[in-house]
């Protein structure tokens, strides 16, 4: 079946500008993650969501970064006045539930260039 | 703060060899330790994965081995092919409850043929 999708792949965007960056995850999976993966440096969890419980923001660098799941599928990360530290690949997963046992699926991720 | 440290940074490994890849982390309530495999603009993919109840797990020529007291895990590749040429990541989840992975740095592996 399908695996987790992102879009758009690259985006190059001005300092100041706003982003807005999307995952679709696997079909019944009510778990989805957002984490961020800077060059050379391990992946950095963001945000999670567990059906329809409260987020767990606690990664999330500072206040220019928001995420929503809309109807328990679709997310979408928003960057609001982006800097160039902002960028790096953004990647989504997704797992059946958030379980701690339970693999996470990750998507091919969003190239995000500041410039 | 990194929360699971991971070395080496990279190695280059002959076909056929053993490439070796050790992880220590400092948080005890850790209860879940997967590796991922990253291929070049792909998603990381689970690897292997291990709990703390266990000392070593081999799926293939993977292997996970697991040390509680030391705090520290590896990774063995044996019979290291061209195809194993990745980036890896070890990772740790938990307590229960927490479900966000903790990444370390990752491992840039090459094999020659």
């Known amino acids: 079946g399908a695996g987790v999708s992102q879009s758009p792949s690259n985006k190059v965007t001005e300092k100041g500008k706003d982003v807005e960056l999307r995952c679709d995850p696997i079909?019944?999976?009510?778990?989805l993650y957002w984490y961020r993966q800077s060059l050379g440096q391990g992946l950095e969890f963001l945000i999670y969501?567990?059906?329809?419980?409260?987020?767990?923001k606690s990664g999330l660098p500072s206040d220019r970064f928001s995420a929503e799941r809309t109807g328990g599928s679709v997310s979408t990360l928003t960057i609001q006045r982006t800097q160039q530290e902002d960028s790096a690949v953004y990647l989504c997963?997704?797992?059946?539930?958030?379980?701690?046992?339970?693999?996470?699926?990750f998507g091919p991720g969003t190239r995000l260039t500041v410039l | 703060q990194q929360q699971v440290k991971q070395s080496p940074q990279s190695l280059i490994v002959q076909k056929g060899g053993i490439s070796i890849i050790n992880c220590a982390y400092e948080?005890?309530?850790?209860?879940?330790f997967p590796w991922y495999q990253q291929f070049p603009g792909k998603g990381p993919a689970l690897l292997i994965a291990?709990?703390?109840?266990?000392s070593e797990k081999k799926e293939g020529r993977f292997t996970i081995s697991f040390n509680k007291s030391a705090k520290q895990f590896s990774l063995h590749i044996m019979d290291s092919q061209p195809g194993d040429s990745a980036t890896y990541f070890c990772?740790?989840?938990?307590?229960?409850?927490?479900?966000?992975?903790?990444f370390g740095a990752g491992t840039t592996v090459t094999v020659r043929a």
């Open positions: 969501f567990q059906g329809n419980s409260a987020p767990d």
């Open positions: 291990i709990r703390p109840d266990v």
């Open positions: 079909s019944g999976h009510t778990a």
């Open positions: 990772a740790a989840r938990g307590p229960l409850g927490d479900y966000k992975l903790s």
């Open positions: 948080n005890t309530a850790f209860d879940y």
């Open positions: 997963a997704s797992s059946q539930k958030a379980a701690i046992y339970n693999e996470q699926f």
